[in-house]
């Protein structure tokens, strides 16, 4: 089987994120397909040291950051996360180098027979996460990396990953999100992902709303857990900790730092490229996850902290293409990143008007969303990522902000919306492409053709 054909069989199984029937599919969530089909494959993620990480939003850009610190300090450090924005390759790679297309096709080729078996068994048909994460685990087992750091999918009690017994746990801040699958409070949701949390295992937690907050110091009690809180770095001195701004000469932002002090040590003017006072918090939350590791006695170096930090590559993550006029890539789809999106472009960037490019899922909070985007859009481009059963019409998007914002448009084909706004733009101008990560892989990957990149 070669890359081609591997995608092609992968593409047959059930793809939740993509479903219509999104949330309706929470039904079929168990452990019995993903645990059956480990121990056929000899039950790889027994081989790893795993730092799982779970939460509603920057569990990727946290994952990141712990992977790059970890990197720089001499481990050999495996990062598996969802979804991807340009090739499934993504999801999978050590040392921040992408799982090649002959590894893709080795591993599931040597994956169909116990694939098979497991899908004919009676727990039912593997699904497309499944097989990502067994394999996953796979080549971070037999790579022998030091350290996993494994994305959560969904949730966390019934999410395929967690099947694994970390050596430290990550939560991230928690919002209401999915909760048709995870419940309607933070106090339901805040429960399904403290089922990552295990006996003994240390946890680092980000700030959380004090619904979510009790859940969690609930559980990690009875489990005798514990618990390094984000929030008490940023007590420490929350005037000096706030991040600040790195201009370049012309005026664009492209980098903060902030000051951290954590249990075992300071961080003064520790610097990332990602952007944004919720990147602050994800990065504050992955020092906490850095801090549990130290203090299990793993040597991680301030020096290579603050490089890992520096480094850090996460793609669609008000991530810039161009700068005249200014092109911002960014996955947020929820009211909440939304709102920490829209709160950067206001504070962070200088431009005369500000133009959106939005696509979104039939099951975001369309109304919310669209208030949101009203308070820093001048003009809206509503389009819809294609091939997709779960995108929402461009005119649905349309129709609902058309008494909130500016100048709504539509241009279902996202190609043209992306010309479009680069024609209507002036050289002051910023274009803000958003609302699914689907969206920003196709802006990334036609930006990058269209440069020459």
């Not at 549990?292 to 603050?306: N, S």
């Not at 058309?402 to 680069?422: M, S």
Request: proline content about 6%; charged content about 20%; overall charge negative.
């Amino acid at each position: 089987m070669d890359y081609k054909a591997a995608l092609v069989y992968i593409e047959k199984f059930i793809d939740y994120e993509r479903s219509p029937d999104f949330s309706r599919q929470a039904r079929r969530y168990n452990l019995n397909r993903i645990s059956l089909l480990l121990e056929l494959l000899g039950n790889p993620q027994e081989r790893l040291r795993v730092i799982h990480i779970a939460g509603s939003k920057g569990k990727g850009s946290t994952a990141a950051f712990i992977a790059s610190g970890l990197t720089h300090a001499g481990y050999k450090t495996g990062l598996f996360t969802s979804p991807h924005l340009i090739t499934p390759r993504e999801r999978c790679r050590i040392d921040n180098e992408l799982i090649s297309e002959s590894d893709i096709a080795f591993y599931i080729d040597k994956f169909k027979p116990a694939i098979d078996v497991v899908s004919a068994s009676e727990f039912g048909r593997v699904s497309f996460f499944e097989i990502y994460t067994a394999l996953a685990f796979s080549y971070f087992a037999d790579q022998a990396t030091d350290f996993a750091v494994i994305e959560v999918g969904l949730g966390g009690r019934l999410d395929a990953t967690n099947v694994v017994t970390p050596v430290t746990t990550v939560i991230t801040p928690i919002g209401l999100e999915h909760t048709a699958i995870l419940g309607e409070t933070y106090s339901e949701i805040a429960g399904e992902k403290a089922e990552i949390i295990k006996h003994g295992c240390p946890l680092a937690l980000a700030p959380q709303h004090p619904e979510a907050q009790a859940v969690f110091e609930k559980v990690a009690s009875e489990r005798d857990v514990p618990i390094v809180a984000v929030e008490n770095f940023l007590k420490r001195d929350a005037g000096s900790s706030a991040p600040r701004i790195v201009y370049n000469t012309d005026g664009i932002p492209v980098a903060q730092y902030f000051d951290v002090e954590t249990d075992s040590d300071s961080y003064p003017q520790l610097t990332t490229p990602l952007l944004g006072h919720h990147q602050f918090v994800n990065a504050t939350t992955a020092l906490a996850g850095l801090e549990c590791l130290k203090q299990q006695g793993y040597r991680i170096p301030k020096d290579d902290v603050y490089a890992g930090f520096k480094d850090v590559q996460w793609n669609g993550r008000i991530q810039q293409m161009r700068s005249s006029p200014v092109v911002v890539l960014d996955g947020a789809h929820s009211p909440v990143s939304m709102e920490a999106l829209c709160r950067t472009l206001r504070e962070g960037f200088r431009c005369a008007q500000v133009i959106f490019v939005v696509s979104l899922m039939k099951d975001k909070n369309l109304k919310t969303i669209g208030n949101i985007v009203s308070k820093t859009a001048d003009a809206v481009i509503a389009t819809q990522v294609p091939d997709n059963p779960r995108v929402m019409p461009a005119e649905a998007i349309r129709n609902a902000w058309a008494g909130a914002c500016p100048k709504v448009v539509t241009c279902p084909d996202p190609e043209n919306a992306f010309a479009k706004a680069l024609s209507d733009a002036s050289p002051t101008d910023l274009i803000c492409i958003t609302g699914s990560l689907y969206l920003v892989g196709q802006a990334l990957e036609w930006f990058s053709v269209l440069d020459g990149r």
